[in-house]
């Protein structure tokens, strides 16, 4: 079936702009995380959302970065003025069932902010 | 909240040879071990995972090893070959929490 998929593939913007990002996760798939990739770093968290719960926020890095999650489904990342520091990759994933199985990744927004 | 430190962060090695590269985790509660292989420009992929109530899981060539009393776990991959050039991360959490990322080990296989 359809793995992740996130859009835009690309997007670059200037500073002070806002920007949104969108999360397609697999298909019955109850958990979706966002991280941020800056180049040749490591994974930083963002957001996870598992099913109602309230979301885990605490990896948002200012209160320029919001997220939604809209019928358990789709995601939208929103970074607010944005600034050069936030350009990177934006890599979105899901699990069917936190805790339980695999995390699987979108192939991610590269933000670039000039 | 868990904390996974990540060691090394960059590994050469010559093909044939074996890596290994180790992960420690502060919460005890934890009970899910995966590791995620990245190569360049492409997105984190789930290689080998294991859970608490094992000790060691293979998959042909690689390998992982969890140590509960010191709290650490480990990757192992035998017989290198180029194409395990890439990002490895590995990861902890308990049940339902989020998961835990280490910073990532850059491995590269010498020719």
């Known amino acids: 079936g359809a793995g992740v998929s996130q859009s835009p593939s690309n997007k670059v913007t200037e500073k002070g702009k806002d920007v949104e990002l969108r999360c397609d996760p697999i298909?019955?798939?109850?958990?979706l995380y966002w991280y941020r990739q800056s180049l040749g770093q490591g994974l930083e968290f963002l957001i996870y959302?598992?099913?109602?719960?309230?979301?885990?926020k605490s990896g948002l890095p200012s209160d320029r970065f919001s997220a939604e999650r809209t019928g358990g489904s789709v995601s939208t990342l929103t970074i607010q003025r944005t600034q050069q520091e936030d350009s990177a990759v934006y890599l979105c994933?899901?699990?069917?069932?936190?805790?339980?199985?695999?995390?699987?990744f979108g192939p991610g927004t590269r933000l670039t902010v000039l | 909240g868990e904390n996974v430190e990540q060691h090394p962060s960059t590994l050469s090695v010559q093909e044939g040879d074996s890596a290994v590269i180790k992960c420690t985790y502060s919460?005890?509660?934890?009970?899910?071990f995966p590791w995620y292989k990245q190569e360049l420009g492409k997105r984190p992929q789930l290689i080998i995972d294991?859970?608490?109530?094992?000790g060691e899981k293979k998959d042909q060539r690689i390998a992982v090893t969890l140590n509960k009393t010191a709290k650490h776990f480990s990757l192992h991959i035998t017989e290198t070959q180029p194409e395990d050039s890439a990002v490895y991360f590995c990861?902890?959490?308990?049940?339902?929490?989020?998961?835990?990322f280490g910073t990532g080990t850059r491995l590269t296989i010498i020719p």
């Open positions: 298909s019955g798939h109850t958990a």
């Open positions: 294991i859970r608490s109530n094992v």
């Open positions: 959302f598992q099913g109602n719960s309230a979301p885990d």
């Open positions: 990861a902890a959490r308990e049940g339902n929490e989020k998961l835990t």
């Open positions: 919460d005890s509660a934890s009970n899910y």
């Open positions: 994933a899901s699990e069917i069932l936190a805790g339980t199985d695999t995390q699987y």
